[in-house]
């Protein structure tokens, strides 16, 4: 049975992974097996790397392989793209049992996944769709936060959305929604800046109102990835967060606001689609790096 | 409808933005688990009938590399596809190829296993299959289409058209695709359903009595077919 604890008093659920955390202040990159031997001779000291869990849920062969011989040079974070936390059914008790083999076998410094939806009755829809933010998903998106953290025996990062709708039946608004989750289920959240500067210009909101509003004390780990520009049906901007190309200006200078405001916090660059060469991905991850290095007060988000 | 744009703008290419993704996402994961087939049929062409297969048999698991194993069936069905009889095959093939991909790790049967065994054991052999074995049986050149179009190297006349039997295989890393002798489907299909040698090799012999039962369990080692082997009762 799956219990929703109250952060406050469980300190034991917000302990980090690993004694020594050591991807503090660290910025890393996706992984991608083209990669792997440029990486093994050229990564940046102290670098970490993210996986998608489901490219690691099979039985065996050369994905594991490869994840088997970064890991044991580097840490590894596992971000699940297919969980379904935010759908009104339970969650794929398969699925969570697969979640939690590969966190036994791998050991991740960090382990999340997204607010969002991805499947339906039977149906796996292969991308993260949005959900109303009430009472009551608030409600199931706990639930399902409590079971997957006892599936995996440690806290969970819980990441913001990119969306392109939202919803008439709405309560609450999304920083008020996912600070209540962080609250209730002791997760941590993963702050996607990308996802902010792409809703905010979709929905037409500043971003740095969302991120003031946002819980930023809780945030444990960031992204950061590149979008495409479209437009909607009047014509306007519509970002689409594509993780197919450079972090954009506007992250990057929303990204430095963040840092200097709460300090170095884990710092991870996606580039999905149209996978570049390892030196150009590297040196996104040194970019990051580098705001991560100016001279700050350590964590100052409470 | 219960979605919006900001300030109830319409929300009509906003949601097309999720419909879009959820169909160009499911035909890229058919295109890279059926490139030869994508390479013969051509990318416009594949995504239209990778589009009605996603409509009539969506994915049922999360974990993208196991779908579309109804796709081969569905091609031979297919309206359009009618002319590339040999087609669906070369899906069966490429299916088989990423199975055996993700299957479990065993180290193969080495071939020095087979010369320890006493001749007098030989018929009650029974071998234990590779979890990577697959067999993918062809009334046509199946193996030589798949090669053809795999990779990116220039296409050719396929210079000898019968039937290809393949034998589908990653030992180590490599995946590896092999073409059975005649005869040899049958027998390792045999084998790998718990016979013996000895009732394998008779039913094989029985539908293609040319077969060289030595140098084809051979060849089957070789190409790491088996993990393991026991002396039957």
Request: glycine letters at 6%.
């Amino acid at each position: 049975m799956s219990s929703v604890i109250d952060a406050s008093t469980s300190p034991a659920a917000r302990a980090l992974r690993s004694p020594a955390q050591p991807i503090a202040g660290r910025a890393g990159t996706s992984f991608k097996h083209q990669h792997l031997e440029a990486i093994l001779s050229d990564a940046p000291q102290g670098s970490f790397f993210e996986v998608h869990a489901e490219n690691y849920m099979g039985a065996g062969g050369p994905p594991h392989r490869a994840l088997g011989r970064l890991r044991r040079e580097a840490p590894v974070s596992i971000h699940g793209v297919s969980l379904s936390i935010g759908g009104p059914q339970p969650l794929d008790s398969a699925h969570v049992a697969r979640l939690r083999a590969l966190v036994e076998r791998y050991d991740p410094v960090l382990v999340s996944e997204h607010l969002a939806w991805s499947s339906h009755g039977t149906t796996y829809f292969n991308d993260l769709l949005p959900l109303p933010y009430t009472d009551a998903t608030l409600a199931r998106v706990c639930e399902h936060i409590a079971q997957v953290q006892d599936a995996i025996r440690c806290p969970m990062l819980l990441e913001n959305p990119a969306t392109y709708v939202l919803f008439r039946d709405s309560t609450m608004s999304e920083t008020d929604f996912v600070r209540a989750v962080a609250r209730r289920t002791g997760c941590g959240l993963l702050l996607d800046v990308n996802n902010v500067y792409v809703s905010a210009i979709n929905h037409g909101y500043c971003p740095l109102q969302y991120l003031a509003t946002f819980p930023l004390g809780a945030v444990e780990e960031i992204h950061l990835a590149g979008h495409v520009e479209q437009t909607d049906d009047e014509g306007d901007r519509l970002l689409i967060d594509s993780h197919d190309g450079p972090v954009a200006d506007a992250v990057w200078a929303l990204f430095g606001m963040v840092i200097a405001r709460c300090g170095p916090i884990p710092t991870l660059v996606e580039w999905d689609g149209n996978v570049p060469d390892w030196p150009v991905l590297k040196a996104e991850a040194m970019a990051a790096q580098a705001v991560l290095d100016r001279d700050r007060p350590a964590n100052v988000c409470a | 409808m219960r979605v919006t744009g900001p300030s109830g703008k319409a929300a009509q290419k906003r949601y097309g933005v999720y419909r879009n993704n959820v169909t160009v996402s499911l035909i890229e994961a058919l295109a890279a688990i059926y490139p030869a087939v994508q390479r013969i049929t051509g990318g416009e062409f594949f995504r239209a009938m990778a589009r009605f297969h996603i409509r009539s048999t969506p994915p049922t698991s999360p974990l993208l590399f196991e779908y579309g194993h109804d796709f081969p069936a569905f091609i031979e069905k297919y309206e359009h596809a009618q002319s590339m009889p040999w087609l669906a095959d070369i899906a069966r093939i490429e299916r088989a190829w990423l199975d055996a991909y993700h299957t479990a790790d065993a180290a193969p049967l080495k071939p020095e296993a087979l010369a320890a065994v006493p001749v007098n054991c030989l018929a009650d052999l029974v071998f234990v299959p590779h979890p990577s074995t697959r067999i993918v049986r062809s009334p046509y050149p199946a193996i030589a289409i798949f090669a053809m179009n795999r990779g990116d190297s220039p296409v050719g006349p396929i210079e000898i058209v019968e039937p290809e039997d393949a034998l589908i295989t990653r030992p180590q890393d490599e995946v590896v695709v092999r073409r059975l002798p005649p005869g040899g489907a049958v027998f390792l299909a045999s084998l790998i359903s718990g016979e013996s040698l000895g009732v394998a090799a008779a039913t094989a012999c029985e539908v293609e009595p040319s077969i060289q039962i030595a140098a084809c369990i051979t060849d089957m080692i070789e190409a790491g077919a088996f993990a393991a082997l026991r002396c039957g009762e």
